[in-house]
Nanobody, 124 residues
Framework: QVYLVESGGGLVQAGDSLRLSCTAS????????AGWFRQAPERAREFVAA???????YYADSVKGRFIISRDNPKNTVYLQMNDLRPEDAAVYYC??????????????????WGQGTQVTVSS
């Protein structure tokens, strides 16, 4: 099992940037597929971005061109750089991981381990 802890959330204005971090412990994280999901009140958890151990990246259309996912394997950390934030980006952001490759990186049920989430609030 991998234990995940997110950080970096906060309150920003529309157009601002934030960088979220997800630090893993418990097992070697290098070979894990990692993803970011978000969940707004009364909405289903939705895929944001994912990255595999070769640093190949995947993005939801709603964040493509604004968000960047990256990883630093020696630090066991995955990042989500969020630029040009919009009010509709406000949500609790969760980090998730699995060992291996998902059939569908956007399906939260594919992931084994989850963090507790970090709140992102964007004011207009």
């Amino acid at each position: 099992q991998v234990y995940l802890v997110e950080s970096g959330g906060g309150l920003v204005q529309a157009g601002d940037s934030l960088r979220l971090s997800c630090t893993a412990s418990g097992r070697t994280f290098t070979w894990h597929f990692a993803g970011w999901f978000r969940q707004a009140p009364e909405r289903a958890r939705e895929f944001v971005a994912a990255i595999d151990w070769t640093h190949s990246t995947y993005y939801a259309d709603s964040v493509k061109g604004r968000f960047i996912i990256s990883r630093d394997n020696p630090k066991n950390t995955v990042y989500l750089q969020m630029n040009d934030l919009r009010p509709e980006d406000a949500a609790v952001y969760y980090c998730a991981a699995l060992r291996g490759s998902p059939g569908d990186e956007a399906d939260p049920d594919e992931y084994d381990d989850w963090g507790q989430g970090t709140q992102v609030t964007v004011s207009s």
